[in-house]
């Protein structure tokens, strides 16, 4: 049987491509300046100190959080081109608002918090996106397309901070384009070509993107986001109820897996710092290499796994996902005798400057920024004395911390795509956009308490508790999927209306 014409089917994946670059360019947004605030803001408000700088980088995340079932919401009872053209034109006038936030003669770093916060709530189209996504693919292809979703905004936090870097080079002078009032230098360069990006979207959106629904076998479906007539099969198959037990199981898991690699990112520099007496200009160099291998790492995970979850099923490889991350987050507890240096020299010279525990839980790309005062010429490297456990703790090896680095950066893409296709798939021919948006949030929430949990934890009880903590979090996950793996199952095969 037919199950649907070839123009619809072109015009059906000409949408889903255009809503895969959507998701490439919220996490470009993101990740474009996030290398460049830290000094901007102390060029531009002298005032603002590392703890404000948290609550900007938090920002996004949590305009994020609170804008995702808001757009997901309006995309069930509307055409979704309504929420992701405004979403998007928010973002676009956020990124514009970045790049004024030196006019203002006082609060500048007040208007900095707004510009990063519209930024984020901009991009809770993420959950309009992935409902589309949802209800435009057929079960077999959905593990496809979410995978390659997931890589699309891999990529975006990968290329973001190389067109900053790219940016670099018009220097922090730049030009200043006196009719409107704009300078264009490193720091407002990116957000404006962010911004056009965001427009180069809202035109292809308009052009190309057309609402598309088909049931789980392929058929085409009405659907109540399509303007006007639409061709297809009235669907028969939203009869039923969504197991919600097995979506608030998912919602857990998709915290965790977000919380914890929230964990890994945060902790990489201060720990790189103690264990191995890294300065903080290294830190960030290496960091920074190791953090974009894990990228690439992910982005090929996510095209392997389209692949394997056609043998093995979605279920089994989010086991192994949440298998592998409890393995790399094991490997990194302090297992030899070796102690990691200390700085004595910061008791021997009181005027040696003292790296407090608000500068190490600064995020790393801010790290870089940091200058020590003009009379001081030497950096206290090693663990510092102000945190106890550095006394008593072996020291992490090298060897532990790239082997972790290569195992979470394998379990987290695995479990990321895996979350969000067997979510997709439990709600079946429901709107999915509510459901998507609280899904999208548990992983904004977990991106906001995952840097606050463990900057206390390390801080005050060094990486055994720290990681051991880490440890039990995952343990739990596993044994949730275990109580509710039966229930991961698509709506239609629930329901008996397909096979699994």
Known sequence: DVVETQEHYKSRWRSIWIMYLTMFLSSVGFSIVIMSVWPYLQKIDPTADASFLGWIIASYSIGQMVASPLFGLWSNYRPRREPLVVSTAISVAANCLYAYVHAPHSHNKYYMLTARALVGF????????????????????????????????????????????????????????????????????PVLFGAL????????????????????????????NFEGEESGVLEQDAEGNVDHAAVVALNFLFFVILFVFAVFETIATPLTMDMYSWTRKEAVFYNGIILSVVGIESVIVF???????????????????????????????????????????????????????????????????????????????????TQSWCLNTPMIYLAQYISSDILIGLGYPVCNVMSYTLYSKILGPKPQGVYMGWLTASGSGARILGPVFVSQIYTHLGPRWAFSLICGVVVVSLLVLEIVYKRLIAFSVRYGRMQE
């Not at 975006?156 to 409107?180: A, D, H, N, S, Y």
């Not at 427009?199 to 308009?206: A, G, M, R, S, W």
């Not at 592998?324 to 700085?343: A, E, R, Y």
Request: with cysteine; charged share 15%.
């Open 122 to 189: 901009g991009a809770g189209n993420v959950a309009v996106v992935r409902s589309y996504i949802a209800g435009a693919t057929s079960l077999m292809e959905r593990t496809s397309a979410m995978a390659n979703t997931s890589a699309c905004q891999a990529v975006g936090f990968i290329l973001g901070p190389v067109f900053q870097t790219c940016f670099t080079l018009i220097g922090e002078e730049g030009v200043t384009w006196k009719l409107v009032n704009v300078q264009l230098n490193m720091y407002t360069a």
């Open 197 to 224: 990006l965001g427009v180069i979207n809202i035109i292809l959106i308009f052009a190309i993107f057309r609402e598309h629904r088909v049931d789980d076998v392929g058929r085409q479906c009405k659907s109540v």
């Open 303 to 385: 095209m392997v796994v389209k692949t394997l979850s056609k043998r093995t099923g979605e279920r089994a490889i989010l086991h192994g996902g949440l298998l592998i991350v409890l393995v790399g987050f094991f490997i990194l507890l302090p297992w030899g005798k070796k102690l990691p240096n200390i700085q004595w020299q910061e008791i021997k010279n009181n005027s040696i400057p003292r790296t407090t525990s608000t500068e190490m839980f600064m995020p790393f790309w801010s790290l870089e920024a940091m200058q020590l005062p003009s009379n001081h010429t030497v950096e206290p490297v090693g663990c510092p004395v």
